[in-house]
């Protein structure tokens, strides 16, 4: 027997009739005259009641049912192409990636759009998954839409390593022609969403982002979650009194405190300078040393 949908081998599998091929189920649910027996709300008693015939194939209903009331027992999906079928299951992670972050309507759209022009150029390749494809598109995305998220924290939220996601990102938006989205980044909202952990002090937030800004100059870094926290404890350490440990605005960034000492290494480097002590922000802002 073949199936009408699929013409695949019709098999009895657990009492009825289905497709190999597409699993099609073919079989009747109640044979023709079969009876049971039901309760008689009026009688107060059962009785047997005859169920007119039912079949299950490619429509759910009356056999002499016509037009839209025939509704196809098949999933949509094996109607589809390979290819058809490989973008639903790309859009199916788009979506869980977006969701993670409450991207909006728009940022989404733009991620479905861009999907589909990498694919349209051939830029994707079996080496990168499903969830490192839609990784690196989420990030450009943030990066593009300007929300406050670090390379490291997408990486910890979507559970894909942060060079992968770094790596497939950078293919991604050199062929999008979106390159630039990794030259400009909000600092301000970035330091103000870490900070906030821990001090709700404005002035020492905005000192961070002068400090990054003139830092940048000398040396353009991008902002990691690492060298983030490298320049808030600088603006900690040209404080009079120290309020937070290197600990507590490790935490706050959620890096390692090994992280924060060699990141503000790093800046005294670049600043030419052995330790902030005696300098304020302005100073070192100012090229006082």
Known sequence: MKCDECKGEVV?????????????VSGK?????????????????????????????SRIGHEKMKGAAKLRRLATIFSLSPEQRLLK??????NIASSEFQLSDCAKTDMKNYYTELRQKGVLNSKMTMEERAGALVYIILKEHGYAFT????????????????????????????????A?????????????????????????????????????????????????YAVETTKFTKTYTQKNIAEAFGVSTLTLRLNFKNI??????????????????????
């Open 151 to 182: 390379l490291k924290e997408v990486s910890k939220i979507l559970d894909i390593p942060s060079k992968r996601v770094s790596k497939i990102s950078r293919v991604f938006a050199r062929v999008l022609g979106k390159s630039y989205v990794f």
């Open 268 to 289: 005294l480097t670049i600043l030419g300078i052995d330790n902030t002590y005696g300098l304020t922000i302005d100073d070192i802002v100012e090229g006082i040393r």
């Open 29 to 57: 649910v109640y044979e023709s005259g079969a009876k049971e027996w039901e309760y008689d709300s009026k009688s107060g008693k059962k009785q047997r009641v005859k169920h007119a015939d039912k079949e299950l194939g």
């Open 184 to 232: 400009t980044s909000d600092v301000g909202r970035l330091l103000e969403k870490f900070c906030l952990k821990f001090t709700e002090d404005r002035s020492y937030i905005n000192s961070g982002v002068k400090l990054f800004t003139y830092i940048n100059k000398l040396e353009p870094h991008h902002p990691t979650s690492g060298y983030l926290a490298g320049i808030i």
């Open 12 to 24: 009895e599998l657990q009492g009825e009739l289905s497709c190999e091929e597409c699993g099609m």
């Open 89 to 94: 299951k790309a859009m199916f992670f788009i």
